[in-house]
């Protein structure tokens, strides 16, 4: 399955294809995220946990535009 999210801050949408409902269904039973997808990249992950806690999501071009360390 694909899983798409929408950034809450500017709207671009991303999408994780190709997600195995079995590693999904390990994540939720609480597995840690890194074991079940240790391929997918940080992003993927990130978008993986905000999707199964229903907290917004943040692209990445908005998370480093808003958290960007400051000289």
């Known amino acids: 399955m694909d ?9 671009h949408v991303d999408t994780i294809r190709d997600v195995d ?15 079940v997808w ?9 978008m993986l946990i905000s999707f199964n806690s ?3 999501y943040i692209c990445s071009k908005c998370w480093d535009e808003t958290f960007a360390e400051e000289d």
């Open 54 to 56: 229903f907290a917004p």
């Open 3 to 11: 899983i798409s999210m929408t950034c809450s801050m500017c709207g």
């Open 21 to 35: 409902r079995e590693d999904l269904k390990r994540y939720r039973e609480g597995e840690l995220v890194q074991n």
């Open 38 to 46: 240790p391929l997918r990249s940080a992003q993927e992950r990130e």
